[in-house]
């Protein structure tokens, strides 16, 4: 059974900074594209960044609106990825989600929610003062 469970979310202040994170149970995340996305009230939900599997390089995909602040990231020994958020603003608040999703070309991941399978059940960031 694919298991995702996000963590690491919680109240920041403007300009802070939060690392997210997305353990897998059952499969290798390795093996994986995975992808953080974020829904904000009221909103589509909206892909974050994404990475590849780790036999294509880990390529990824990210964002207009979190380049040069989010940075997606894998460790395999633990078998979780990583999202490192910097220079947090409000319009960063949502909840946010990671997913998996296997995918026979190694070096691409897409940013779609409907490329993904396997959900976690997210975790809320708030930026705030």
């Known amino acids: 059974q694919l298991q995702l469970v996000e963590s690491g979310g919680g109240l920041v202040q403007p300009g802070g900074s939060l690392t997210l994170s997305c353990a897998a149970s059952?499969?290798?995340?390795?093996?994986?594209?995975i992808a953080w996305f974020r829904q904000a009230p009221g909103k589509a939900r909206e892909g974050v960044s994404c990475i590849s599997r780790s036999d294509g390089g880990g390529v990824t995909n990210t964002a207009d609106s979190v380049k040069g602040r989010f940075t997606i990231s894998r460790d395999n020994a633990k078998n979780t990825v990583y999202l490192q958020m910097n220079s947090l603003n409000s319009e960063d608040t949502a909840i946010y989600y990671c997913?998996?999703?296997?995918?026979?070309?190694?070096?691409?991941?897409?940013?779609?929610?409907?490329?993904?399978?396997?959900w976690g059940q997210g975790t809320q960031v708030t930026v705030s003062s």
């Open positions: 059952g499969f290798t995340l390795a093996n994986y594209v």
């Open positions: 997913a998996a999703s296997f995918v026979n070309v190694a070096t691409i991941c897409s940013r779609r929610p409907s490329a993904y399978a396997a």
